[in-house]
């Protein structure tokens, strides 16, 4: 009071000082405390947290972070390269455990599916070795020829002299999924159910993107022409993909007599796979999900496409089987390697068909990256994706 103009500044300049002093001081010691607390915690700031997905899309890929090896591993041991098939394989189902509580359907295991179709498909799918107390879920177009002549002749359905040939008569591998596999008639569902509970299974897998060329060069690139016994089944389905995506060409080459080429292409496969439902699709194109079930059947290992060979011998090692006259490379291969061709098919694919397939195989796509999670960023470039929104 009664101060000049110049005494009143000074006084309020010291009182801001004195702030700016306090707030550095409380400042200081929040630092601190952060420090101690991380010290105490190992360096751990609690869990990483999830990547939101742009316009609302569900985040599939719950953590940034790769995933850590079992505890039980010494530190900078990969387990997924281990020679030890147990110890590769408890990784895996380690894995596959938490894709299926992220997705809520850890409440299947054991649970056998309650569509009648489903179930006989699953069925159809497990083929077995009493002897050998294995299960072998088989998904076409992951070298399983192969593997299926091998648990044909562990069980006895295939004499060993006939799986040693190169190529095995459609109508007799047929037969002898029906005499090997879980749909033999003679099977109670007791006789299933302890199968399952006590016999080592296994199921092979490849990336998701790599099987569908796969399936479209084998099944769906040659021309329609007349028809062929042989190719019926594929040819019934490139004149439905046609006369839906591509109708009035179709029409004209119907028009025309059936002379000519003409040919399904990448794109209008890829279309009719993204409109179709997965569990209705050919077993050539369907996803492993809808196949083997891996939340309701615990695996005890999946054999892994990139790595045939040395995969196929462990896993036959671990059976007990004659492995004299396994081929260490899957049968009727498509000559060029798939994996080095996925860059040209794919970049026929629009922006928006990448995006929908994208979207359509989220869950078999976070299925194989649980299992490789290291082929990710090679598949999302393919696609276009941007991982920000994984």
């Known amino acids: 009071k009664g101060c000049g103009l110049e005494n009143r500044t000074r006084h309020c300049s ?60 010494p530190v900078g041991t990969d387990v997924t390269l281990s020679d030890d098939i147990s110890i590769r394989g408890n990784y895996q189902q380690k894995r596959i455990d ?84 879980f749909l033999r008639k003679n099977l109670t569902t007791a006789d299933r159910t302890r199968r399952l509970e006590q016999y080592f299974k296994f199921a092979s897998v490849r990336s998701p993107l790599e099987r569908l060329v796969s399936g479209y060069r084998n099944k769906m690139a040659s ?29 004209n080459w119907l028009s025309s007599g059936r002379k000519g080429n003409i040919t399904v292409t990448f794109s209008d496969f890829v279309q009719y796979v993204v409109d179709t439902d997965n569990a209705k699709l050919n077993p050539h ?17 999946y054999l892994s496409f990139k790595n045939y060979g040395s995969d196929a011998r462990a896993v036959i090692r671990r059976m007990g089987a004659e492995e004299s006259f396994f081929h260490d490379k899957p049968l009727h291969s498509e000559g060029d390697r798939t994996v080095d061709l996925l860059d040209s098919y794919y970049n026929q694919l629009s922006i928006r ?32 994706v941007s991982e920000a929104i994984m």
């Open 14 to 73: 010291m009182r801001s000082r004195a702030r700016v002093r306090l707030t550095l001081v409380a400042v200081c010691a929040l630092c601190c405390l952060v420090i101690v607390s991380v010290g105490r915690n190992g360096g751990r700031v609690g869990k990483p947290r999830p990547v939101p997905l742009e316009d609302g899309f569900r985040n599939l890929f719950v953590h940034v972070t790769t995933p850590h090896l079992p505890t039980t591993e």
């Open 98 to 181: 938490e894709f299926c509580r992220r997705h809520n359907w850890q409440d299947r295991f054991g649970k056998t599916p309650e569509d009648p179709e489903e179930l006989e498909q699953l069925h159809r799918h497990l083929l077995f070795s009493d002897r050998h107390e294995t299960i072998y879920c088989f998904v076409e177009k992951t070298g399983c020829s192969n593997l299926k002549r091998l648990m044909f002749v562990a069980s006895g359905v295939l004499s060993q002299k006939t799986a040693q040939w190169d190529w095995v008569d459609n109508s007799v591998m047929e037969r002898s999924i029906g005499r090997g596999s």
């Open 285 to 301: 194109f369907k996803p492993v999900i809808d196949t083997c079930h891996p939340c309701r059947v615990r695996y005890q290992y």
């Open 223 to 251: 021309p329609l022409r007349f028809y062929n016994k042989k190719t019926a089944k594929f040819d019934e389905l490139k004149e439905q993909i046609l006369s839906t995506y591509r109708p009035l060409d179709f029409r």
């Open 353 to 384: 068909l990448k995006r929908e397939l994208f979207f359509d195989f989220r869950d078999e796509l976070d299925f194989y990256y649980s299992l490789y999670p290291e082929e990710r960023h090679s598949h999302m470039t393919l696609l276009g």
